[in-house]
């Protein structure tokens, strides 16, 4: 898995085919993003700190931003 935008995270999480799961423990937060069972992204919440992750494809799973 690769760093990511935040706006690339949130196109992904908009589409309607994948699923989500959310995870907390302690202060920290795992929110994590499905396509057919298979994991393609996560944001990991951690205090105040952000970071977005993808697996190396995840452009294949975006959506068209022409709205």
């Not at 935008?5 to 202060?27: A, I």
């Not at 993003?33 to 952000?50: E, G, P």
Request: charged share 30%; net charge positive.
């Amino acid at each position: 898995m690769k760093l990511i935008m935040r706006t690339e995270f949130e196109n992904l999480q908009k589409n309607p085919l994948h699923g989500y799961q959310s995870d907390v423990n302690g202060e920290k937060q795992v929110v994590k993003l499905y396509r057919n069972d298979q994991l393609i992204a996560k944001k990991v919440t951690l205090k105040k700190s952000i970071r977005y992750f993808a697996v190396d494809s995840y452009q294949q799973f975006l959506t068209d931003e022409t709205e």
